[in-house]
Every structure is written in C-alpha cells, then in structure tokens.
C-alpha cells in the first residue's frame, strides 16, 4: 500500500501562482458581463448613503502613480462602504477645459488656431477631451476600480454646464460676482490670468536695484534733493511707478554722504549703507514716516511725481524701508493707490511687452526691459546700485515659465464678502490629516479675491451680456435663459450664436435703446469648473447627495479643487459641499525623489500591471502611509508581491483543505472546539474588528501590516503549521480535524472578505472556488461579523504566554539544527526544564504539545537547576534538544520506539496503523 494515497492532503483548483496580469482581465470582463456595479447598488439601494466624490482629472495623457494612488484609495473606500452597510455609489469624472488641450492642439497636432473660428477651435477641443477620457477610463478600470463607468461626469456635458452657468448667476445675485480693473497673476507664456491655485513657486534670478527718488515737496520733513531710497528686484516695473510706500510707525533717517542726502529705515541704514559702499555716512535726522504723507518725489526717468503715502505693509525685513509702488503691477501697491486716489497705470501688453505707455522701452518683453531701464536709471545718475539674486518667483504652473502681476479687466468672485461663512465651513469638515483644516483655514483666512476670468477659447463662457452703454447685463431671466441653452446645445453656442441669439425672446434692456447687445469673450477659470461639481454632480444626480460624506485627493487640492468647490458651494448654499477631507501626498520614486522622464525614475502603472498585476499595485497602496509622500519602485513593489504570495498562499491552504467540509452537517460548535482552536478564532474576531476600524478611520496601512502578521504568524507559523498532523492524517471525520477545519473555513470567509476592498480580484477568484458560498462575487456580501466566545481573555492570554515560551523551544530546535543533532524538528525529542510558571503553564493546556511543537517526543523533567550542562537556558527554563529515538512512520513521518507493533502495517506508528486498519482496509 502506498501510505501517500491515506493521507488526507489539501485539494484546491485555485492555482498558487496569482498570473495577475493575464487573469485580471478575464476576471474584469466577467464583472462587466455581469453589470456588478449596478448588482452591489440593487443590492445596497435600501441602505443609507456614503458619497464619495469623484475629483476630476484632467483629461490628457496616459495615468501616472499618482492618479493610481488615488483612485486606488477611493475604490478600497467605497469597496468597504458597500459591505458594511452603506449604499456607496461612485461617479468617476473628469476636468476638461482649460490650457492644457488648447496646446496639444496647437502644438502637437499642429491644429492652425487662427485660421478657424473659436467655435470650430473648440470642437476640436472636445473631441481631443473625448478621446483622453476613453484612453484613462480603460487605465482606470483596469485598476479594478469599480463606478458608473458607463455615465461619468464630465465638465463639457451640456448637464454639467448648465449648472455652472446657474452657480455663477446665484454668485451674482447675492452680489459676489464683479467686474474690476486689478493687479492679478498673469502669465506672458499663456496670455491668461491665473488663479492663485495656478500659480507655482520655482527658483528664477533677477536683478536687485537700487534706486534714487529725488525729492520735489519734503513737507518741511525732506529737503527739496534729498534721495528717498527704493529696492526692487523687477526694474521692469519702474515706468509704473506712481508713488513710494512708507510706515506710518517706522523711524526713517536721512543719511548725509560727500554731501548728497539719502533716506532710508532707520533700521536698514546700517544694511543699506554697506550695501551701496557709502564711506563715512553720517545720520543727519531721523523722524517718523507719518510725517512724509503726501510728500512727493521725481520719477527717475519721466520726472512726474511719485507720491510718498503711508502703508501698513512696509516692513524692514528686506530693502530700504521705501517700498516702490505701481499700483498696476502689485497687490499691496494697488490698495494703497486706491486708497491715495492714483491711476491703474499697467504699461505691460498680454504678450508681457511694454507699451506707448512706457517711453523709451514700448516693444520690448518685460525681462528684456530690465536691462534697458537699468541703463537709462545709470545715465540718469538714479542707480545706486545693480546685482543679481536667485529667489523663489511665481510660475505659470502649466508653461513652467515666470508670471507678472499685471493690471487688468477681470471677473471676480469677491471672497472678501463670505469669508467669515467659509471659515465656518473649514471649522465644521472632518480633516484627515487634521492639519488640512489649519491649511486650508490660513489660505481662505488670507486669499484675496477670486479672479474668475480668464483670456482663453477651451472652455466655460462667463455668462455676461452688455448694453451699448457697456453696462454688465446678469439676470435671473439671463441666466436661466443661458443655461437652459447650455443644457440643450452644450456651451459651444455661446460662440456660434450673436449676443441678441443667446438672449431671452424680446429681451430689452434701458442702456441699449437701439437693442443691441454684445457678449462677454472671456470663458471662467478652470477652477470653477470642478469646483462647481457640487451642483453639476452631486445636485444634478439622483444617485448622490450634497454634501458628499467625502472628498479624496492629493494634499496640492487645498489650493484647487477643496479650495474652489468651498468657495462656490458656500456662496450658493452657506455650507461646504464635503463633510470630510482626506489627503494624501505624491508618489516619489524609492529614493525619495520626484519622478521625471529625464532622471528615468518613473514608475508607470501600466507597466506594473503588465509585469505583476493591479492587485499588487493595490496591495503597495495599502501598505503605505498615504497621507505623507509615499516611495514606489520595482524594489518595494517585489516586497509587496511576497506578501501578496503569502496571502494568496493562505487562501489555498485554507481551501485546499475544506474539500471534504460542508459547512452545514460538518461545523463544530464553538464551545466545543479545543482551545487552541478557540485561541486562533478568538485573534480572528479581534483581526475582523481591527480591520473594519482601521477601514472606517481609513488607516489601510494597519489592515495590511494585521492581515500579513495574522498570516504570517498566528496561521502559518502556527497553526496551520502543526494543524497537517491532525487534517492530513486523522481520518476525515476526526473530531480535532473536523474542529480544525472549522477554523480553516470561518478565517477563509473572514480573510477573503476583509481583504476584497484592497485585492478584489484575487478575492473574487478565490470566491469562485468556495463550493459553500451562494453568490457570485464577493462584491455581493457583508464584511464579517466577530463573535464571542466564552473564556476568550483567559484562553488568550494563556496562549499569548503560550507563543511566548514556544518561541524558546523554537530557538533551541534551531540551534540543535545547527550542531546538527537534528534534521527535521519532527525527529526531535524535547526535554523541559521549566520555571515554575512554565510549568504550570504548560499543564494546563490539554492540548498535545509535542503536537503543538511539531516534535516526536516531548517531557517535561525537572527544574532548571537539574538540567545536564548541554541543556540551553532560556526565559521558559532550560531545553535539552536530542534525536528521538525510535523509527520514523511512513506516514505521519514521527519518530516513535512503537513503529512496527502491528503486524499488516510494521512500517507505521499505532496512531496510522489504527486509521488506515479502519479506514483504508486492503
């Protein structure tokens, strides 16, 4: 008889290699087959709501880590929502308009921008948009996220406009919407203003100049002469200037050098003068700067005045003191001259070239101007002193190139007027990491007014007619009319159609006696698109909520999407469209490092899906701690797929030895299991708890640490270890076997359920081979349930002290591997010299435990001080490890001194001779 063929050994048909990459398709076409999104909505629809709202990506090019770490963390999210007890629906959605396609277009497609209308510009545009969403929804779901793929939201659908076009027009009605002539972000390179959230921040070298105002009228103060001392770093703006700021509260001092007289902060003075080389200055006065109001001074290269007026900005953190002030080029500088009645004087075109209104220097591009006017302030005698620094500038973040601060006509949203309502709203969301509120509350405690405009063609028209008296024209008739046009025909008709067209039937207004009407060219930020998806999506769907329970996104959404779409939802409804913020940081390669093509250190997703599979990509999610920056690379990613193996591993076994289990007539009553296996099933309870808390604070790093150690240590290292002695060679209805695999089946169903969130496809995989489960998916079911079990702290903590003191016995085994006593630890024979609480310890336990230690003979002798010299001394007591002595079963492959006793099996120990006499007769 071949004794193999007695053995009850596992039998699955999941295989042990995952094959990820070429098995997630099928297993994804199979969802698509069977509409599983639609079946776990039925399934849920009776359920209260968790929204988590889509934010959009842009719709350009191939996904990147980022994107996958994101959306990644939303499906693990909603996956669990819909199992535990919520109705989790998710819209994916994109970003569409905006600078970004316009040049693909221009650029790459070589698309000839000025020889076609704006209309026809803009088809373009969105066929472009189209075909990226295509491209990314496939990356997407190849990810295995699971939504609406089939009816996304999209920010150029005729629905989602029209909304827009409804939270502009209720943003005006209560009056915060205007139109002003304002310094604003401006990018030459683009030929738009910017929204603060546009705007980065690199390092760019400019000139530092010093320069002289002469004074005209010093107020009995200054001397008609003296030379009031200004600092910039931007001589272009030096043909702008109207004034010179000081503080009202500061001490200035005129400083006497070979006769000449400069001023300067107090201060500063010390600073300045070793900076401009003057030898022997003498400090001839000093007052303070209140005492300068309304002084005036020579412009260097016009000579018209330049206004000394009072400003509570000033600082003496760098410069003189004497702050340069244009008001068409600063924000401060524009206050200020608003407040002392000067003109908006902006002498820079859209291209970023000077105009008539800087002679000497109208044709030149404002960089290259610097030079110039640095030399006609030299020939001037004004100069006081040139050289270059490296700061930190504001850049055009999609052209990468340096932006200006340029007075302009915009459209903006006046902050200003709801601020304290936006501030409320921050105090009220729930903010993971908490130290998103502090972020958040500072930039909408600091920003100033939201320039809503921009000079662009791809995208939403501002909704604005005018008079022939040029008088803005937004109504709630207007808007109505305009949106409801949107709804049907898409926003393109905005630039198909003439303003009297676009306009309500019989529309007449008191400024256009004649009835004529134009319309506003200008589209809306790209900002107010997405940040409007609160009424466009959340309002418009009959699936979703507002406010959502979620918004998910990288920690740069502070100053955009959570930003805007707090701005837009208060103003139109007085809360925030989100009850929590969860954030996360950027996917850097495994050395800490940013990404880039030109370091060759990018990480694509597709490529990790080709080469492991989705499921390891998630894994890698779940396994970071997301709301920092996280390091990806092909290193890490093989540590993820060994823990991957270990769990998929798990599966099997567990599967593979439940073939001859039917859950109905074979479970064993949990008090009536033995404790060891009440142990095992009293740290699955506390794992199911663990895990769906960890999932509801959204800590997935924890589910995956508690996953892999449950595996790893309480199932693998233990208990599944010494558990084949008992479900592969007892006979099939063993009361230990079947009580074993009561365990084995309640920790599968528990596993494969807890893990479906982060792994569904090898989880649905494995779903297909449970015999005793009625659905289809897992996706279809309940995260599990812990149970009570009686005793459960005393049968703990006795096998907590247990896995203690085993570790001991597992250390001298070891050892004794090593000096090569022994092979195998099931040819080894155990001699326990125990402290007395070991030994108590170990009596109590009416398990076998030379069965538990996986070893042929176990005793337990003495006390330490009476074990022999080559007994090894640890904290259970001293262990005397030896061969066992005997001959090895050929079946269960202990070594016993009673192999041989029965005559039909002589090459098995009583224990198989027993089972394979009743069970296997010949």
């Keep these: 008889m071949d004794y193999k063929d007695t053995l009850l050994m596992p039998q699955t048909d999941f295989p042990m290699r995952g094959n990820l990459p070429n098995k997630e398709p099928e297993i994804q076409k199979v969802w698509e087959e069977q509409g599983i999104y639609k079946q776990v909505q039925e399934r849920t629809k009776d359920r209260p709501k968790f929204v988590l709202h889509d934010g959009p990506p842009y719709a350009n090019g191939d996904i990147h880590m980022g994107h996958a770490l994101n959306k990644i963390l939303k499906d693990m999210i909603v996956r669990y929502k819909s199992m535990n007890g919520f109705n989790a629906p998710y819209v994916p959605g994109w970003d569409t308009h905006g600078l970004p396609i316009e040049t693909a277009l221009t650029k790459n497609k070589k698309v000839k921008r000025k020889e076609m209308s704006v209309a026809d510009f803009r088809k373009l545009c969105e066929e472009y948009a189209w075909k990226q969403i295509k491209g990314q929804k496939e990356q997407f779901k190849r990810l295995g996220v699971r939504g609406d793929w089939e ?60 320069v002289a105002f002469e004074v005209k009228d010093g107020k009995g103060v200054l001397n008609a002469g003296d030379k009031i001392v200004i600092w910039t770093t931007t001589p272009w703006t030096i043909p702008a200037n109207l004034g010179i700021a000081v503080h ?18 107090s201060a500063l003075v010390e600073e300045v003068t070793k900076t401009l080389a003057f030898e022997d200055a003498q400090v001839v006065k000093t007052f303070k700067g209140k005492e300068l109001d309304h002084a005036v001074a020579a412009h260097p290269l016009y000579g018209r005045d330049s206004l000394i007026m009072l400003g509570d900005h000033v600082t003496t953190d760098a410069g003189t003191g004497c702050v340069h002030t244009a008001p068409g080029h600063g924000e401060d500088d524009f206050i200020i001259g608003q407040h002392y009645g000067l003109d908006v004087l902006c002498p820079v075109d859209e291209k970023g070239n000077m105009t008539s209104e800087a002679p000497g220097f109208e044709g030149l591009f404002y960089d290259e101007a610097n030079k110039s006017i640095t030399e006609n302030l030299q020939e001037k005698g004004a100069l006081l002193k040139l050289e270059f620094i490296t700061h930190s500038y504001p850049h055009d973040w999609r052209t990468k190139k340096p932006t200006i601060f340029r007075a302009t006509a915009q459209w903006f949203a006046s902050i200003k007027d709801f601020r304290s309502d936006l501030l409320e709203a921050v105090k009220e969301t729930k903010w993971i990491p908490a130290w998103g509120e502090t972020r958040l509350y500072n930039m909408v405690r600091d920003r100033g007014d939201w320039c809503i405009s921009r000079q662009r063609a791809w995208g939403v028209p501002i909704p604005v007619f005018y008079a022939e008296d040029g008088e803005p024209i937004i109504t709630d008739e207007t808007i109505a009319h ?47 698109d997405s940040g409007s998806s609160h009424q466009g999506v959340l309002e418009e769907r009959d699936d979703l909520v507002r406010p959502a329970d979620l918004y998910l996104e990288g920690s740069d959404q502070y100053r955009g999407w959570f930003n805007s779409s707090l701005s837009t939802a208060v103003a139109v409804t007085g809360k925030a469209p989100y009850k929590g913020i969860l954030s996360h940081g950027f996917a ?151 009580a074993m695999q009561t365990v084995f089946y309640e920790t599968l169903l528990a596993l494969v359920k807890l893990t479906a969130p982060i792994l569904p496809h090898t989880t649905d ?46 250390k001298a085994l070891e050892e004794a591997r090593n000096e090569k006593i022994i092979g195998k630890s099931s040819a080894a024979s155990v001699t326990m010299y125990p402290t007395q609480e070991t030994k108590a310890l170990f009596e109590s336990i009416n398990e076998d435990l030379k069965q538990l230690f996986i070893v042929s003979d176990w005793k337990v002798a003495g006390s330490p001080d009476q074990a022999p010299e080559e007994a090894l001394e640890y904290e259970a007591g001293k262990i005397l490890v030896t061969p066992a002595e005997g001959t090895t079963c050929q079946r269960c492959r202990m070594v016993s001194k009673e192999v041989g006793q029965d005559v039909n099996h002589p090459e098995l120990c009583p224990r198989c001779a027993d089972i394979v006499n009743k069970y296997y007769p010949a």
């Design 248 to 265: 009202p509260e500061l001490e200035y001092s005129v400083v006497e050098v070979d006769g000449a007289r400069y001023v300067a902060a």
């Design 588 to 738: 850097l390669d495994g050395n800490g490092r940013k990404m880039s093509k030109s370091l060759g250190n990018v990480v694509v997703p597709a490529k990790v899906m080709k080469q492991l599979g989705a499921d390891i990509l998630r894994l890698w999610v779940s396994s970071v701690d997301y709301q920092a920056d996280v390091r990806v690379s092909d290193d890490i990613l093989k540590q993820v797929a060994e823990v991957y193996r270990k769990i998929r591993n798990t599966f099997r076994f567990l599967h593979g030895n439940l073939a001859d289990f039917d859950p109905a007539k074979d479970s064993v009553a949990h008090e009536n299991l033995r404790e060891v296996d009440q142990y095992i099933l009293i740290k699955l309870n506390q794992l199911i708890d663990k895990v769906k808390t960890a999932y509801d604070n959204y800590e997935f790093a924890s589910i995956y640490h508690s996953i892999h150690n449950f595996c790893a240590i309480e199932l693998s290292s233990f208990y599944l270890d010494f558990a084949k002695d008992v479900v592969y060679i007892e006979h099939v209805d063993h009361k230990d076997r079947r």
């Design 482 to 528: 305009v949106s409801s046009l949107f709804r049907e025909h898409g926003s393109n008709i905005w630039f198909e159609k003439e303003a009297a067209e676009l306009l309500p039937e019989g529309f007449t207004h008191p400024g256009s006696p004649n009835g004529t009407f134009t319309k506003e060219q200008d589209i809306m930020d790209v900002w107010f």
């Design 151 to 210: 009816n996304p939201y999209v920010t150029l659908k005729p629905e989602y406009e029209a909304n827009q076009i409804l939270v502009f027009g209720e943003m005006a009605k209560k009056g915060y919407i205007y139109k002003g002539l304002k310094p604003v972000y401006w990018s030459p390179s683009s030929e738009s203003a910017l929204a603060e959230a546009e705007i980065e921040y690199q390092d760019k070298r400019s000139p530092s100049i010093y």
């Design 765 to 810: 995989e494995i779903w297909k081979h449970l015999s005793f489960v009625s659905e289809k998916s897992v996706q279809l079911v309940d995260m599990p349930e812990s149970k009570t079990i009686d005793n459960a702290d005393q049968i703990e903590e006795k096998f907590d002290r247990f896995m203690k003191y085993r570790g001991d016995v597992l």
